[in-house]
């Protein structure tokens, strides 16, 4: 079995890492919050790291972080020169956060030259899917088949399909794309809901008719109907992160020259709506923002 370094053990990473471990490959956690790397060893048969040397000994390194910045940050400048400072050559980063596709190939590029392998792996599904194992995978690459047999392996013990999606970068881009997409539907779902809430409508009954006609998406079926009506607003997906993910998006398009006017709005209101309330709250509550600030 390979050995497997997880750093970032969130509300994503703590779950993905905890299937590794159930699997059977030897772990060994860092989180940046070193309460949380204590209580994850604590529970689950995992190792604690506390500088890049501790991954001295790793084969596959798997990131769940915030953004690809950070990713960059513990790969190449955390205290001496980073993790990859310590990897032996062979050795795959497999980066599954949500991070931004350009950074991640400067990144590859950087792994390269040091024999490092890097497959881009970012996950849908959720806090609910990555606690079952079930995530779905966007898997980019350049790299040589060693790469991605060793990277696939861990991968298997968190996930129920893996997509190829093509060179390193192009899981990133795709999971951009669809977190635009998701958070467009979202957006306008929350637009209607108000909408309708001003003009005397019942928000059960808008919820119900929307997800038996064509307006129904998944934040209609699944965010409004769990989080919104309940007003419970913990999908576990955080109004920062998914401004964060659009935002990716909208640079994408900007640096293809594309215009995207429609996923430059979505951004305008994520963002408005973390400023209001915070990006720390979880994103479905932004609809009480938006309630009070059409
Ligand atoms: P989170 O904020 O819950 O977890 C991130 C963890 O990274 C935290 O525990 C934090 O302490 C740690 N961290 C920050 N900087 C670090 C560093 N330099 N070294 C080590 N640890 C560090 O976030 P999350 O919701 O788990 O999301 C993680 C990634 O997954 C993001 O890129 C997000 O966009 C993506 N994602 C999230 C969801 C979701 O539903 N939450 C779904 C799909 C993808």
Same mark, same amino acid.
């Given at each position: 079995?390979?050995?497997?370094?997880?750093?970032?053990?969130?509300? *994503?990473?703590?779950?993905?890492?905890?299937?590794?471990?159930?699997?059977?490959? &030897?772990?060994?956690?860092?989180?940046?919050?070193?309460?949380?790397?204590?209580?994850?060893?604590?529970?689950?048969?995992?190792? #604690?790291?506390?500088?890049?040397? $501790?991954?001295? #000994?790793?084969?596959?390194?798997?990131? *769940?972080?915030?953004?690809?910045?950070?990713?960059?940050?513990?790969?190449?400048?955390?205290?001496?020169?980073?993790?990859?400072?310590?990897?032996? &050559?062979?050795?795959?980063?497999?980066? *599954?956060?949500?991070?931004?596709?350009?950074?991640?190939?400067?990144?590859?590029?950087?792994?390269?030259?040091?024999?490092?392998?890097?497959?881009?792996?970012?996950?849908?599904?959720?806090?609910?899917?990555? %606690?079952?194992?079930?995530?779905?995978?966007?898997?980019? %690459? $350049?790299?040589?088949? @060693?790469?991605?047999?060793?990277?696939?392996?861990?991968?298997? @013990?968190?996930?129920?399909?893996?997509?190829?999606?093509?060179?390193?970068?192009?899981?990133?881009? *795709?999971?951009?794309?669809?977190?635009?997409?998701?958070? @467009? +539907?979202?957006? =306008?779902?929350?637009? @209607?809901?108000?909408?309708?809430?001003?003009?005397?409508?019942?928000?059960?009954?808008?919820?119900?008719?929307?997800?038996?006609?064509?307006?129904?998406?998944?934040?209609?079926?699944?965010?409004?109907?769990?989080?919104?009506?309940?007003?419970?607003?913990?999908?576990?997906?955080?109004?920062?992160?998914?401004?964060?993910?659009? +935002?990716? #998006? =909208?640079?994408?398009?900007?640096?293809?020259?594309?215009?995207?006017?429609?996923? #430059?709005?979505?951004?305008?209101?994520?963002?408005?709506?973390?400023?209001?309330?915070?990006?720390?709250?979880?994103?479905?509550?932004?609809?009480?923002?938006?309630?009070?600030?059409?």
């Amino acid at each position: 079995m390979y050995t497997v370094g997880f750093v970032g053990l969130g509300r *994503m990473g703590w779950p993905m890492a905890r299937n590794i471990v159930a699997a059977g490959f &030897p772990l060994v956690g860092y989180d940046a919050d070193a309460e949380i790397t204590v209580d994850f060893v604590a529970e689950n048969r995992a190792t #604690a790291a506390v500088e890049p040397a $501790d991954f001295a #000994a790793v084969d596959v390194v798997v990131t *769940m972080l915030p953004t690809g910045r950070i990713v960059r940050e513990a790969l190449l400048d955390w205290g001496d020169g980073g993790i990859a400072a310590h990897l032996q &050559p062979g050795s795959v980063l497999v980066d *599954m956060s949500s991070s931004e596709p350009v950074g991640t190939r400067e990144l590859g590029g950087r792994l390269r030259g040091r024999g490092i392998g890097m497959v881009d792996a970012p996950v849908s599904g959720g806090v609910e899917k990555a %606690t079952d194992g079930t995530l779905a995978i966007m898997l980019g %690459t $350049d790299d040589a088949a @060693a790469s991605i047999e060793r990277a696939v392996q861990v991968i298997d @013990a968190m996930s129920a399909r893996i997509f190829r999606t093509g060179p390193l970068g192009s899981g990133h881009a *795709m999971k951009a794309l669809n977190n635009y997409v998701a958070a @467009a +539907g979202f957006t =306008a779902g929350c637009e @209607a809901l108000n909408a309708g809430r001003e003009f005397g409508l019942e928000p059960e009954v808008m919820v119900e008719v929307l997800n038996s006609s064509t307006g129904r998406n998944f934040s209609t079926e699944d965010t409004f109907v769990k989080h919104v009506l309940t007003e419970r607003y913990d999908t576990g997906f955080t109004l920062g992160l998914m401004t964060k993910d659009v +935002g990716i #998006a =909208a640079d994408l398009a900007e640096e293809l020259g594309l215009p995207a006017p429609v996923c #430059a709005a979505v951004h305008a209101r994520l963002r408005d709506a973390a400023e209001g309330i915070g990006g720390s709250r979880d994103h479905s509550a932004a609809i009480t923002h938006w309630a009070k600030h059409p």
